[in-house]
């Protein structure tokens, strides 16, 4: 009995340790975020600021950086992720059904395949990338981004969903066939709600990656009218010094819309079984 | 009576015919269509943003490339970036941290994650929130949060020095010293990977059927023996993939080293930041160069994988 206590003690302390280490920098970000350039510059810093401002979110909802305003970048930025999000989320979802339930000659080569494309630096592509797009005149536009996004989205949510798919016993497949279910059904009543879970976070993952992406949209968009929020907060970063206030307001700002899809999808986050896939 | 089979592929091997009622060749051809109907798009997107770039690059590796300020002209097939990269000590010291580092961040994520997703799945009210409070890390973007450690490392506006005061520690200036920049640097990259892990466990724990937990807890087993014999058994495909992407993604990392260390200190280099401080990092940049290194990368990552790819692969769609 006291052995269990000790543990409960033990794994209780672990997880607020985590949970402040994780937390604290987000705090913190968001506290400095409320700070004059006095507090966020001084040489003893606080936790909590003396004097909370709103100037520094002011200047970034307002401000127009590079003559676009906020809610432009924004719009572009939400438009490019939601599109990586559905496009990736369906094809991933058949491949890696494909993949962990049919048999076909290329089905080994394809995994190999999705693994050993994610092992090379997304660094060392942007230059054959970009000559890659260039000819195919999807340079400087949110659909040419969006390929690019859905291309580095897809190999990981298809190993991924291939591990939750094949963690579905096959039994349960079997059941329904011998039910007489065919196999569009079997798909949506049984697969489709087991894999949920799995494909809330694939989603979440696609979604954050084409969210806060910076390198290949910096590179691939001309037209300030087309960049995204990344490329906007690059223009707080100077050679003589960081505007933080600025930053921390934008990074916060930044953050709610990722915290507002995560809500929405997470609720799909419950034990399949319970949406009565299986009865028994 | 065939029309309900085909439904359901056959277990694996050879004996999987003898399930398969009607004709079998029917049935396997149009499996492998669906296969291949199934796969083919995404391997569209896939070829078009990553393949042929890859072999691209495969071939800027192997050329004596002259970059001019108005771009870059291929001069002849050569060895000569290999050779360079691999009797290079530079190279072999940023090998070995980057081995270090991967393994060392690896396991601290899976393990926090793992332990972070068992909390969240005992959670019943709040977990929502709290799972959107532990994501934001995973959420910003990559820069701004190598960022954000940095003013926290800052030696006179961060907040990190004064909280090692307040706890007594002196005032170390974190990124100076070698060990604890190579920790710092470790705790900011962790900090934002290991709510992802949580989050793929924690998809991989809710899909559990809880009557198993409740006969295991009849049988008086401890939440330990309940972990290792239960669930991680059943979660074996997650995990082999987490473990597997994470050792790829570790192994790569890039912005987080380039933001707190930069690339004037050699002592802090991996692999990825190696091969772009050849690329990009001198006046005298050098593409083919730096292609050569990210290629030598990837082999050596697939080397590392081969093993459980094998293993995921020669088995019958069940890792």
Request: glycine letters at 8%; hydrophobic letters at 55%; aromatic letters at 12%.
């Amino acid at each position: 009995m006291r052995s269990r206590r000790l543990r409960r003690i033990a794994l209780n302390t672990a997880g607020i340790v985590v949970f402040v280490v994780s937390a604290f920098p987000v705090f913190w970000m968001v506290s400095t975020a409320f700070k004059p350039n006095q507090e966020i510059f001084s040489s003893t810093p606080h936790p909590v600021p003396f004097h909370p401002t709103l100037r520094h979110f002011d200047f970034v909802l307002n401000g127009g950086i590079a003559g676009v305003s906020f809610w432009h970048y924004f719009v572009n930025s939400l438009v490019v992720a939601i599109a990586t999000v559905v496009v990736s989320g369906l094809l991933a979802l058949l491949a890696a059904t494909a993949v962990a339930r049919f048999r076909f000659r290329f089905r080994t080569t394809f995994l190999i395949l999705l693994l050993v494309v994610q092992m090379v630096p997304c660094e060392a592509l942007v230059i054959p990338m970009f000559i890659d797009l260039k000819k195919l005149d999807l340079l400087n536009s949110l659909v040419g981004l969006t390929v690019v996004y859905v291309g580095f989205a897809l190999p990981f949510g298809t190993w991924m969903l291939r591990g939750f798919v094949a963690a579905v016993p096959r039994e349960l497949e079997e059941a329904a066939a011998l039910d007489g279910a065919g196999p569009i059904r079997t798909f949506f009543r049984v697969l489709l709600p087991l894999v949920a879970p799995g494909l809330v976070a694939t989603s979440i993952f696609s979604f954050i990656t084409a969210w806060n992406e910076l390198i290949f949209a910096y590179t691939f968009l001309k037209d300030q009218g087309k960049a995204t929020l990344p490329i906007m907060l690059q223009f707080f970063f100077g050679r003589s010094g960081n505007d933080w206030g600025p930053i921390m307001a934008a990074s916060t700002l930044l953050t709610l819309p990722v915290i507002a899809f995560f809500l929405l999808v997470q609720r799909r986050m419950v034990s399949g079984l319970v949406a009565g896939a299986v009865k028994g | 009576m065939a029309t309900t089979v085909t439904a359901v592929p056959p277990r694996g091997g050879p004996a999987g015919a003898s399930e398969v009622v009607g004709r079998p060749d029917e049935h396997r051809r149009r499996m492998a269509r669906l296969g291949w109907m199934f796969t083919s798009p995404a391997l569209l997107f896939i070829g078009l943003v990553t393949l042929f770039p890859i072999g691209f690059s495969v071939l800027l590796s192997f050329e004596n490339v002259n970059v001019t300020a108005n771009g870059f002209s291929l001069n002849g097939l050569t060895t000569a970036n290999y050779s360079l990269v691999l009797g290079n000590s530079t190279w072999h010291y940023a090998l070995g941290f980057t081995v270090g580092y991967t393994v060392v961040t690896v396991l601290v994520e899976v393990i926090l994650g793992t332990l972070m997703a068992l909390v969240l799945e005992r959670m019943v009210r709040g977990r929502g929130w709290m799972m959107a409070l532990l994501l934001i890390p995973w959420s910003l973007v990559t820069v701004i949060s190598a960022k954000l450690w940095a003013y926290i490392y800052d030696p006179t506006y961060g907040i990190a020095d004064g909280l090692f005061h307040a706890l007594g520690l002196g005032s170390p200036v974190i990124l100076g010293s070698n060990a604890s920049a190579i920790i710092a640097l470790m705790v900011a990259d962790v900090w934002k990977t290991t709510p992802f892990v949580a989050i793929i466990v924690l998809a991989g724990l809710v899909m559990l059927p809880g009557e198993i937990y409740e006969a295991a807890e009849v049988d008086g087993a401890t939440g330990w023996t309940t972990f290792w014999k239960i669930t991680f058994p059943l979660l074996r495909p997650v995990f082999g993939v987490l473990m597997t992407l994470s050792v790829i993604w570790d192994f790569r990392v890039f912005t987080q080293l380039f933001v707190l260390s930069g690339l004037a200190n050699s002592d802090s280099f991996n692999l990825s930041l190696y091969g772009y401080s050849e690329a990009f990092g001198s006046l005298n940049a050098k593409y083919g160069l730096g292609s050569a290194i990210a290629m030598v990368l990837t082999v050596l990552v697939l080397i590392v994988t081969a093993a459980y790819t094998r293993m995921v692969v020669r088995q019958e769609g069940v890792a």
